[in-house]
């Protein structure tokens, strides 16, 4: 929040191909990057795009699910202060997560 405190956000489930994924962002505010932590790693490809309040597109990211890790690091220090969406996608952008965060 903008008046100093912090709020802890909760975990979101995502199916990816029938299995169950959840994920959490951290931190929440964000000021340096934030991290997408997996707790199961999902069984596709990935895109993980990053928009700002306008809707637009500041980061765009494909990770194949050879390359992705239980957790996922993006800076967003040139970020400037305000509200983002994080959205995940399969390739195909048929699996569609959606979490906001700000940038302090």
């Known amino acids: 929040?903008?008046?100093g405190s912090t709020e802890l956000t909760h975990s979101v489930a995502v199916i990816f191909k029938n299995s169950l994924v959840s994920f959490n962002i951290y931190p929440n505010p964000v000021n340096?990057?934030?991290?997408?932590?997996?707790?199961?790693l999902p069984e596709t490809d990935l895109q993980?795009?990053?928009l700002?309040?306008?809707g637009s597109e500041i980061v765009r990211k494909n990770y194949s699910k050879e390359e992705?890790?239980?957790?996922?690091?993006?800076?967003t220090l040139s970020f400037s202060s305000g509200i983002?969406?994080?959205?995940?996608?399969?390739?195909?952008?048929?699996?569609?997560?959606?979490?906001?965060?700000?940038?302090?």
């Open 1 to 3: 929040d903008f008046d």
């Open 32 to 40: 340096d990057f934030i991290d997408i932590s997996f707790n199961q």
């Open 48 to 50: 993980i795009k990053i």
């Open 52 to 54: 700002d309040d306008r």
């Open 68 to 75: 992705l890790t239980s957790t996922v690091r993006i800076k």
């Open 84 to 104: 983002y969406t994080l959205k995940i996608n399969d390739q195909s952008g048929k699996i569609n997560a959606v979490k906001k965060f700000v940038k302090q």
